[in-house]
């Protein structure tokens, strides 16, 4: 069964440095996203991506953030300074399309810790 | 739309769980979504539906015939369906999902 996959599956980096979080989202997938989830919180969405740009962003999703699909399979999360605060899970998701019966289908994800 | 959820609910192996959401605010083009999460993985997508109640092989979701709120039943709980439940109203054409705090869900062997 296709599947999302990320690594790392857990980055470790010192405030003040960037993080390149990668994705590989379902092969036919169109819609790309990232969500994040604090220790402990709701899962949070981030981003979404369709058509190489940007569809949505929420709040969160600041100048520091960016994404990118640098090639046909890999979809990126780039934070350029990372802060204390951006210590979290982030989840990539991907989706055939946004009408119902398309269902976002959801990475492992990768735990990043902030020091 | 607004979401409410019990915090939690527990069950025993092989029973029914039947969890209830619900959305007053919910407007017409909402469909309704129910996604879980296992312990340390990334959410799952379990049902959805727009005013009919749906069946598939995972639970089933009965909606209300004001849309106002819906249960997803679990027919037979396993181990494996210890997980926190989300309901998720969410239009066709949005992008995102939007979760709330959910239901967590206990199985007891």
């Known amino acids: 069964e296709p599947e999302v996959t990320q690594t790392p599956s857990h980055q470790v980096t010192q405030m003040g440095q960037e993080v390149i979080l990668r994705c590989v989202p379902i092969s036919n997938h169109l819609y790309f996203y990232w969500y994040r989830q604090i220790l402990g919180q709701k899962v949070e969405f981030l981003v979404s991506f369709y058509n190489n740009e940007i569809s949505e962003k929420s709040e969160i999703f600041d100048d520091q953030f960016s994404v990118e699909r640098p090639d046909g399979s890999n979809f990126t999360l780039k934070i350029r300074s990372t802060k204390l605060e951006d210590s979290a899970m982030y989840f990539c998701a991907s989706s055939a399309g946004t009408s119902p019966p398309s269902e976002q289908f959801f990475g492992p994800g990768t735990r990043l810790t902030v020091l | 739309a607004k979401t409410t959820q019990p915090n939690s609910m527990e069950s025993n192996e092989e029973e029914p769980v039947n969890l209830p959401c619900n959305h007053s605010?919910?407007?017409?083009?909402?469909?309704i979504h129910w996604y879980r999460q296992l312990p340390s993985q990334g959410p799952e997508y379990v049902i959805h539906g727009l005013t009919s109640n749906v069946n598939n092989r995972m639970a089933s979701l009965a909606i209300a015939e004001d849309r106002k709120s819906s249960t997803l039943i679990l027919h037979r709980a396993t181990l494996r369906d210890a997980a926190v439940y989300y309901c998720?109203?969410?239009?066709?054409?949005?992008?995102?999902?939007?979760f709330g705090a959910g239901t967590t869900v206990t199985v007891r062997a």
């Open positions: 605010t919910i407007s017409g083009t909402d469909y």
């Open positions: 998720i109203p969410k239009r066709s054409n949005d992008y995102k999902l939007s």
